[in-house]
């Protein structure tokens, strides 16, 4: 039983891996000139687009919280536009926190807020698609011990991943070598997808090796 | 001997003052230079001397001459490839020989246009950029009336001989004991010219009655004129100039005596076009060799060099084969050898540069390094004793071992020392020392080793004994320790490269925000999940208490479950408004800290950036300054004074008062009701005023410091006197801070206030936590200063605050206490957290001093051990040694502060016994 779970977890996982990957190679073929470092605004668009699109696809396909209860459909729009405005909400939040990090106040705003949308799609909305506009599960699932199925653990990994990603990421910005990639939010903005892809493909190896001790109380 | 933690902590600091003292003198040794180098550089100052009559040299005696007999060599209108390019490979190779293999500084001079004789005579004499204008005179040219190089050698009483073009003579009237003028005016001749100047040389060198012979050939440039630099007769004159060079190099090499070299200087006044003509800005004309040739320039023999020289064969090569439009593996292959040639050369080149630049005393260097390595180990092996709650440990200075182990080591370094100090060429400072000091010092190294031999031996034997103590594993790690851990060991990493080090606020800021982030998500914790957490964590956090690791695992939420899990629950302890405020303390403490950072931008990379502090210190915006001063120090007074006794309170408010008149009296800020600007003083008495105000402070703090220590056990007398301590040197750095870095006092206090109230209390950290906080704070404040890793920055201006005219001692404590008064408020606001804390944990003070000792020595022993290693990095000067400079100092000043943690744990301790 488990084993199947993360089978497929991993499969889910690897498809986030390979839509990422693809971002940075398809734009390419249709337009000429893309590259992820010279059009790197591009690149943070389409990437938090694909990553969406990608997580809300697979959450749709495979159900991780299979909720009893049918909900009405004015229930479930009620649903989504509270989505909405926490995934909105994240990005204003991550925005500040990049400021209070000391990135620029008023130059440079939409770099920043594209960083910030990368981020909120890396964190926020895999957390809005497993557990819904739900802050009592959130916090839960981000305490100690406190997921309780793989899918949760899986978020777990990813998100922190992410953003322990997105923090390395700022170190090469005070060096002096005036390489492309320092430019802001460049770093950042890879390390946080390094990080997500890195907690993607550990996300399951790091379950199956542990699947013995991991023991979910039901809630 | 049993010791304290905090005494053990303090003495280590000590020693490791000494071995940072003695690890800079030996790294900034007195004689930069070699003597004969200094001479060389005190010299071209003296020359350009005002010759008016009425002006008066400042250089009472002439320097002692370099050169014996000079010959100035123009050859007009010789191009820098006439010599350095294929034509003088071809046509001139004995100079090309020089040039490559002989005593000789070769460089390609810039003339400034006009490119016409007489102009560029004028500028190589006199120093100075000829105009346009003197084109026009160019053919009839008055005497030179300017300073120049004739008219001082003259001065000096040098007897100059002048053969060649009459332009000079015209310019230089009087000035040659012999000369021979040349007219240029017959442009197609071409021997004549140069034969009529050259058959003097033969006499010329014969007779020694002369000191500076100036010679000017005329040949080549009219061979230009009419033919153009390409034809054949251009070759022919150059091997003519080079037989010309030939004999006067030898002749002058022959001439020379023990005493004094001669000096042989080749140049041209301008080069030629394409065309043959000059007078433009092409790079043909502008461009002109310059050649001294002496044998007082030693041999050169740099390995970067010849890989130079081999890089530019292999380049020529590579030309070679592109040209022939050769695109195969070879080229590529090549290409990069060619590419990784240059870079051997560049590396060879720029550390041969460093290390003609820089001349270490390395003994002096290694022994303070190894002094600060051993009480660094000293220091971390002692780590799970001094963090122990009784925080104090045995010191073994009498083991029978250890004497003999302790004579061996010290006879060994006796040994070293003789034998270094007698075969050391160049100076040494340790060797200098009397014999006395420095067996002391030995002495001190030996006992060091042995300490810590004793020290690894008690940790086997412990480990050896199947003890209980439980290996603290990592997953009872909080965040918060994790963080610590890594920002401190990532720091310390962080100081190998110069650019973190050119931008370690960075660092900091970084780090501080991430602690407050990482707060938050414990606050949140402590919040909102107290009621759900099982307690079945809180198994052994009680017994692990205060046991084997630096940071020592309170897994906090548990600790505070087990507590609360008996009596009340989450909700009723923190107090709904509480909560909430506790909960924005972080994020305020964070838009605290991003304000200050637009404060002032420190650094290199980015200093640049528009910032608060320039637009405030600006003369339009006193009136906005005056309001942030009055404002901050309102603020200052409201944040201090809650602690504080009566007597203090008052003093504290007139002292704020006498800050701003004195920033009032010197002009920074302005009075509400001043509107015209007043003569500005410099503020002496306000100044003076102000430190009454501090020393009354201070001294009411101490006194009740030494009553609580003798007379009564009341706690709250001591925290008062130690706050009334700390608010006189917020008063103090008040008075000395320039007024827009007062805001950066109030964000301190009040960042202060808020972590102690909601964050540290509510939390329960432990000493050694909260003393890292307290440190990695006082860093980031350090740099919110304004200060930065340069010296730059030092406002040395704070030195002079009250004092009529510089006064030595005062003067650099001022500079230094308002330099570091970020780490130095944060330490002693930590002295009076922990000794409050004192109930909860009686041996808190002790568990801090260690820590913050610890906490500055790691930096600063691995940094010296990377500056030892990088010392002949490019940037050794420009960045690693200031950064070095602000180690050191900083070390002191933690020392002072440890000793005075130190005494008030002292007290402490006392009572506690009694």
Redesign the interface.
């Given at each position: 039983m488990k084993e199947v779970e993360i089978r497929r977890l991993l499969a889910a996982n690897l498809l986030c891996v390979f839509a990422v990957i693809l971002t940075a190679v398809v734009p390419g073929f249709f337009w000429e000139g893309f590259t992820v470092l010279g059009t790197h605004l591009a690149w943070l668009c389409i990437c938090s687009v694909c990553v969406g699109t990608v997580n809300v696809i697979l959450h749709l396909v495979l159900k991780p919280n299979h909720s009893p209860k049918r909900s009405s459909f004015a229930h479930k729009i009620s649903r989504f536009l509270k989505c909405c405005i926490y995934f909105f909400m994240s990005c204003i939040i991550f925005h500040a926190?990049i400021?209070?990090?000391?990135a620029p106040?008023i130059g440079s705003v939409t770099e920043t807020f594209l960083f910030s949308v990368l981020l909120s799609t890396f964190t926020t909305l895999q957390c809005l698609c497993m557990l819904g506009p739900n802050t009592h599960a959130w916090?839960?699932v981000f305490?100690k011990n406190g997921a309780t199925s793989i899918w949760e653990s899986s978020l777990q990994i990813t998100t922190v991943c992410s953003i322990l990603g997105a923090?390395f990421g700022?170190f090469p910005?005070?060096?002096?070598?005036d390489r492309p990639w320092q430019v802001w939010p460049i770093s950042c903005s890879f390390g946080a997808t390094f990080g997500y892809v890195a907690g993607l493909i550990i996300a399951p190896l790091w379950l199956y090796w542990n699947r013995k001790q991991l023991t979910y109380k039901s809630r | 001997m049993r010791l304290r933690s905090g005494v053990f902590a303090s003495s280590c600091l000590l020693v490791e003052v000494l071995g940072v003292a003695l690890f800079l003198r030996g790294f900034f040794p007195v004689p930069v230079r070699s003597l004969p180098r200094r001479e060389a550089r005190g010299d071209p100052p003296a020359e350009p001397a005002p010759p008016g009559p009425g002006m008066v040299s400042n250089w009472t005696k002439i320097p002692p001459p370099l050169f014996k007999k000079v010959v100035v060599v123009l050859i007009d209108a010789l191009r820098d490839d006439f010599v350095f390019g294929s034509k003088g490979e071809q046509f001139m190779p004995y100079t090309k020989q020089v040039i490559e293999k002989g005593t000789s500084y070769s460089f390609i001079a810039e003339a400034k246009p006009p490119t016409v004789t007489m102009p560029r005579i004028k500028a190589l004499m006199t120093g100075s950029i000829p105009g346009f204008i003197d084109v026009i005179v160019n053919l009839n040219s008055p005497a030179l009336l300017d300073d120049n190089l004739i008219w001082q050698a003259k001065t000096a009483g040098k007897r100059i001989i002048f053969y060649g073009d009459d332009t000079w003579v015209k310019l230089f009237p009087k000035h040659f004991v012999e000369y021979d003028g040349t007219t240029s005016f017959f442009v197609s001749d071409f021997t004549e010219v140069d034969d009529n100047v050259t058959r003097h040389l033969d006499r010329v060198f014969k007779r020694e009655d002369w000191d500076l012979l100036i010679l000017h050939y005329l040949g080549l440039d009219h061979i230009g004129h009419v033919t153009g630099p390409n034809s054949p007769l251009v070759g022919a004159k150059l091997r003519e100039m080079d037989n010309i060079l030939k004999k006067i190099h030898i002749s002058l090499l022959s001439k020379e005596e023990a005493s004094l070299p001669n000096l042989l200087v080749v140049c041209g006044d301008h080069g030629m076009s394409e065309t043959g003509s000059h007078g433009g800005s092409s790079a043909g004309e502008v461009h002109t060799p310059l050649l001294f040739i002496s044998s007082a320039f030693e041999k050169r023999s740099d390995p970067g060099y010849e890989h130079f020289k081999i890089a530019e064969k292999s380049h020529a090569n590579w030309i070679k084969l592109y040209l022939e439009g050769n695109n195969s593996e070879i080229l590529l292959n090549l290409g990069k050898k060619v590419l990784k040639q240059y870079l051997e050369a560049l590396k060879t080149l720029s550390s041969s540069l460093s290390r003609q630049v820089a001349q270490y005393d390395m003994y002096s260097m290694m022994v303070g390094t190894v002094i600060i390595m051993e009480v660094l180990l000293l220091l971390f092996l002692s780590i799970p004793k001094a963090l122990s709650s009784r925080a104090e440990f045995e010191v073994p200075l009498s083991l029978p071992l250890f004497s003999l182990l302790f004579y061996l080591v010290c006879l060994m370094l006796c040994a070293v020392h003789v034998i270094v100090c007698t075969s050391a060429e160049s100076l040494c400072y340790f060797c200098s020392m009397s014999w006395f000091t420095a067996v002391g010092v030995m002495m001190l190294i030996s006992a060091l080793m042995c300490g810590i031999l004793s020290a690894i031996a008690k940790i086997f034997e412990n480990s050896r004994l199947p003890v209980k103590n439980p290996v603290v594993s990592s997953s009872g790690w909080s965040e918060i320790d994790v963080l610590i851990l890594a920002g401190t060991v990532g720091h310390v990493l962080s100081l190998g490269a110069s650019s973190f080090v050119e931008e370690e606020h960075q660092t900091w800021y970084f780090l501080i925000n991430t602690l407050c982030l990482v707060l938050c998500q414990d606050l949140c914790r402590n919040n909102f999940l107290l009621k759900e957490y099982d307690p079945q964590h809180s198994t052994n956090v009680k017994q692990n208490f205060g046991e084997a690791s630096e940071y020592k695992n309170m897994d906090i939420p548990a600790a505070d479950n087990s507590k609360l899990g008996k009596t009340i629950s989450s909700a009723e302890f923190i107090r709904g408004s509480d909560k909430w405020i506790s909960l924005a303390s972080p994020w305020i403490i964070l838009i605290c800290c991003r304000l200050l950072r637009s404060l002032n931008q420190t650094g290199v990379q980015w200093a640049h950036r528009p910032d608060f502090g320039h637009w405030l210190t600006s003369s339009e915006h006193k009136s906005e300054l005056s309001f942030l001063a009055a404002v901050s120090l309102l603020m200052i007074f409201f944040l201090v004074q809650r602690r504080c006794s009566l007597v203090s309170k008052i003093a504290m408010a007139l002292g704020l008062l006498g800050v701003y008149s004195y920033r009032a009296a010197i002009g920074n800020v302005i009075f509400p009701w001043q509107h015209d600007s007043k003569d500005i003083s410099k503020g002496i008495t306000e100044a003076r005023f102000v430190y009454v105000f501090v020393l009354g402070i201070v001294f009411t703090g101490t006194k009740d410091l030494l009553k609580s220590q003798v007379i009564s056990s009341d706690s709250s007398v001591k925290s008062t006197g130690l706050w009334e301590v700390y608010s006189g040197l917020v008063l103090l750095a008040a008075l000395l801070f320039r007024p827009h870095n007062l805001p950066v006092l109030v964000f301190c206090l009040l960042i202060q206030t808020m972590m102690t109230k909601y964050i540290w209390r509510p939390l329960k950290f432990d000493a050694a936590q909260i003393t890292i906080m307290h440190y990695w704070f006082g860093q980031a404040f350090f740099y919110f200063q304004g200060n930065s890793n340069g010296i730059a920055t030092v406002d040395v201006s704070a030195g002079f605050v009250g004092l009529e005219s510089y006064v030595e001692i005062p003067a650099i404590f001022f500079t230094a206490f308002a330099t570091y008064a970020g780490p130095v408020l944060w330490a002693i606001h930590l002295l009076c957290y922990l000794s409050s804390e004192v109930s909860r944990n009686s041996a808190a003070v002790g568990h801090g001093c260690f820590c913050y000792a610890l906490m500055r020595s790691l930096p600063v022993a691995v940094y010296i051990v990377l500056v030892t290693g990088l010392r002949y990095h490019l940037f050794i000067w420009s960045v690693f040694s200031p950064k070095l400079l602000y180690e050191g100092v900083h070390v002191f000043i933690t020392a002072t502060i440890c000793l005075f943690f130190t005494a008030m744990d002292h007290n402490h301790s006392h009572k506690v016994q009694d």
């Open positions: 926190i400021v209070l990090y000391g106040l916090i839960r305490s923090w700022a910005i005070p060096l002096d070598w | -």
